[in-house]
């Protein structure tokens, strides 16, 4: 039942996003892979800018080169936070 729910979701979030932004999210994804698709905020700040235009005015995409990899770790974490609070603050605006 989770899991099923867990795949409604992430084909909801590949249609909304398209294939080529959501593929970090696999069609049937594991629990592992669903939190690591969306754990960077991406998919979900696109989202819910379909849902609600200009909602996330700035959504920061994170390239994983390997070698600036290793000098930019702390830049991508924050990033990743970034793009979660833009989320949640979006959210908040659109209730």
Do not use: H, T
């Amino acid at each position: 039942m989770v899991a099923s729910r867990r795949y409604e979701a992430a084909g909801w979030l590949r249609k909304m996003v398209g294939v080529v932004a959501g593929k970090d999210l696999p069609a049937e994804p594991s629990e592992e892979e669903f939190r690591l698709g969306l754990r960077s905020g991406i998919i979900l700040c696109n989202a819910l800018n379909k849902v609600q235009p200009g909602a996330v005015p700035k959504v920061y995409f994170i390239l994983f080169i390997p070698l600036v990899l290793l000098l930019l770790i702390d830049s991508i974490y924050w990033m990743m936070v970034i793009n979660l609070i833009n989320y949640i603050l979006g959210c908040g605006e659109s209730m």
